[in-house]
């Protein structure tokens, strides 16, 4: 069979007023009213959204910035301490001295919060800063650990310690560092020498239909996850063995990262993607409610034109409307 299967119907989304919304926006057939509804939701000094909302922008780039400013905001509102974690980096293959000096050559290289080019797919962070209670999203897990732990690739959780324990007490600093440019600075530790972090340790936020998994000397659904090794090219053109742990920060994420998910936080669409037909029914169907949504400015009736289905869907779409009157 050589055809479009369409699904009408959406039970993610209870409230009738936003569940008509989410259907016009999907396709293309938004009212003035609906719109306005929409805009209802802008962020406001009256409507600001919540500390643990969602950021959800249409490009990495951006999500990685957002990300690095967001976790060492949050630690200084907080007063929590922020620690620098660098992957472990080989010189070669045949020299297996570990470089953990991100002022060395190699680091020079990488982008703090941002995968090299060379594991671009897979996702590892050279430079990763946490602070406990920070919320993150598995990638690149290796298919041995998915398969015991009972885990999956964009698994999402809460940082809650390191391991061996007593990692969590010896740390080096504080120290200024540069995070998005020279007019972002940031305090960080560093583990402290013979203390060397083997594992995170994260709170997976299992659903409540899924048995809670229990590693042994750890409390049920917290992961003791190891580093990965990849390759990566440093700034002198070599490549170089790494190994980091397959993690990424959750502050903000693209919405093809969350397309599919059901998200309990608050949703802030920070930006439209108009090159992308339907990025905004992916944004604004992942809450249950539209009081979960934000906007970080308005939309227009130019945004509505990029929503709807593609042109050979809305075809068959008129091909199968056809086909009923028949």
Known sequence: ??????????????????????????????????????????????????????????????????NIIMVHQHAQKNNLPV???LAHVSISKTNRQLIRDDSHTVFRGFTLGKPT?????EGLIPILDLHFGAP???????????????????????????????????????????????????????????????????????????????????????YALPRKKTTAKGQDGRKHIMAQFPVRLFYSSTGDKVQGASITRPVVLGAMNNSRTNFLYVVITRVLRLSQLYLARELTARDMTYCGPSMLLRMEMEHLAIKEAE
């Open 136 to 222: 993150l999203i598995l990638i690149a897990v290796s298919n041995d650990l998915q398969a015991k732990y009972h885990i999956g690739n964009n698994s999402t959780g809460t940082f809650v310690g390191f391991w061996p324990p007593s990692s969590n007490q010896n740390f080096t600093g504080p120290r200024n560092v540069s995070l998005i440019d020279d007019n972002t600075n940031g305090t960080v530790y560093y583990p402290a020498a013979g203390h060397e972090v083997t594992h995170l340790l994260i709170k997976i936020d299992a659903p409540s239909n899924k048995k809670s998994f229990q590693m042994p000397n750890l409390p049920p659904n917290v």
């Open 117 to 121: 080019l060379d594991n671009y797919r």
């Open 83 to 85: 620690f620098r974690l």
């Open 1 to 66: 069979m050589n055809s479009v299967i369409l699904l009408d119907k959406n039970f993610r989304q209870q409230d009738p007023v936003f569940l008509d919304v989410c259907r016009a926006v999907r396709f293309g057939q938004v009212t003035r009213q609906q719109l306005a509804t929409l805009n209802e939701r802008v962020i406001s000094p009256n409507n600001m959204p919540p500390t643990d909302a969602l950021y959800i922008y249409p490009f990495n780039k951006q999500v990685l910035a957002i």
